[in-house]
């Protein structure tokens, strides 16, 4: 089992920037591949960003590339999403996502591929 707790939403700016933490605990958090998500009301949950185990490898939505950024951070147990030129259309409630991945340096951006979620944080821009 692994706990995923997100933070650092709110209202913000368009244009403006903000990050997003998501914080594991209970397993060894090197072990998963992560991702990020965002539900806005009325839609389906959607995929933003995914990093690899080792961080090495990254992939993004095509509607936030070049916009936000995903990190991670081993020794701190957390992930990362820096989320800049923020826009209405990204207010969402933002998920975090975890998987365990023993074949490699692989990201997933399916929601069915990720095992562990957190409670999500809401991120408003206003226009």
């Known amino acids: 089992q692994v706990q995923l707790v997100e933070s650092g939403g709110g209202l913000v700016q368009a244009g403006g920037s903000l990050r997003l933490s998501c914080a594991a605990s209970?397993?060894?958090?090197?072990?998963?591949?992560m991702g990020w998500f965002r539900q806005a009301p009325g839609k389906e949950r959607e995929f933003v960003a995914a990093?690899?185990?080792?961080?090495?490898?990254?992939y993004y939505a095509d509607s936030v590339k070049g916009r936000f950024t995903i990190s991670r951070d081993n020794a701190k147990n957390t992930v990362y999403l820096q989320m800049n030129s923020l826009k209405p259309e990204d207010t969402a409630v933002y998920y975090c996502?975890?998987?365990?991945?023993?074949?490699?340096?692989?990201?997933?951006?399916?929601?069915?591929?990720?095992?562990?979620w957190g409670q999500g944080t809401q991120v408003t821009v206003s226009s």
């Open positions: 209970g397993r060894a958090f090197s072990i998963f591949a």
């Open positions: 996502a975890a998987t365990s991945d023993y074949s490699g340096d692989v990201y997933y951006t399916r929601l069915n591929e990720y095992d562990y």
């Open positions: 990093r690899s185990r080792s961080g090495g490898r990254s």
